[in-house]
């Protein structure tokens, strides 16, 4: 039985690799990236699909240890998932694992 129903959902995954979580979240593109390893880019309260590295945005602040510790590393991905169809976000996410080079 599935945990949340309709529209909204928060998710998050690690990689094992900061480039291929890197490569996932500037390779998406039904997903609306939440930072650009250089500058926060503002969500203005809309209702698309957001992915993110929180360590390099909202927790960026925090000491790495302290999130290392916290089971926050670097290559945690987190997706905001709104309104968009779910198969077309699958095949994003998707397309975006597997055209990572080797």
Not at 37 to 54: K, R
Not at 60 to 75: K, W
Not at 80 to 87: F, G, Q, R
């Amino acid at each position: 039985m599935p945990s949340a129903k309709g529209a909204g959902s928060v998710l998050s995954f690690l990689t094992d690799s900061l480039a291929l979580s890197k490569h996932v979240v500037e390779a998406t593109k039904y997903f609306n990236m939440t930072v650009s390893f250089t500058m926060l880019l503002p969500t203005g309260g809309s209702v698309n699909s957001l992915i993110s590295l929180p360590c390099f945005m909202s927790h960026a602040a925090i000491p790495a240890a302290v999130r290392e510790a916290h089971g926050l590393t670097d290559d945690l991905v987190q997706i905001s998932v709104s309104i968009e169809d779910a198969e077309d976000l699958i095949a994003d996410l998707d397309c975006a694992l597997m055209t990572r080079s080797v």
